[in-house]
Nanobody, 126 residues
Framework: QPRLKESGGGSVQAGGSLRLSCPVA????????LGWFRQAPGKSREGVAS???????AYVDAVKGRFTISEDNAEKILYLQMNNLKPEDSAMYYC????????????????????WGRGTQVTVSS
């Protein structure tokens, strides 16, 4: 069972930035959807951002204007650029890949993703 591997997490102060990366070479055919999810202690995992094979992206309201999801199609790497980080963004962040979903659909249907990473921790201090 292939897995994804996230990197780029860390500890920053509020207002800082981080960029998460996730190689997605296993995603070899379209239509596909790639997503970033997060889970804070004591909370359910939630969708943060998703992007599909057409390049369309979707974001949860809490991160709109601050986070940007992108895919380097040549290198097959998924990114999440996180700016103006807030303490409430602290969580374990996971990348995931699935097929047959649009970005809008992918933001809310975690069960449809086939491949997940193990997560990278993001901690934002006030």
């Amino acid at each position: 069972q292939p897995r994804l591997k996230e990197s780029g997490g860390g500890s920053v102060q509020a207002g800082g930035s981080l960029r998460l990366s996730c190689p997605v070479a296993v995603v070899s055919y379209a239509p596909y959807c790639l997503g970033w999810f997060r889970q804070a202690p004591g909370k359910s995992r939630e969708g943060v951002a998703s992007i599909d094979s057409t390049g369309s992206a979707a974001y949860v309201d809490a991160v709109k204007g601050r986070f940007t999801i992108s895919e380097d199609n040549a290198e097959k790497i998924l990114y999440l650029q996180m700016n103006n980080l807030k303490p409430e963004d602290s969580a374990m962040y996971y990348c995931a890949a699935g097929w047959g979903m649009t970005a809008a659909q992918g933001l809310g249907v975690q069960g449809e993703y086939d491949i997940w990473g193990r997560g990278t921790q993001v901690t934002v201090s006030s």
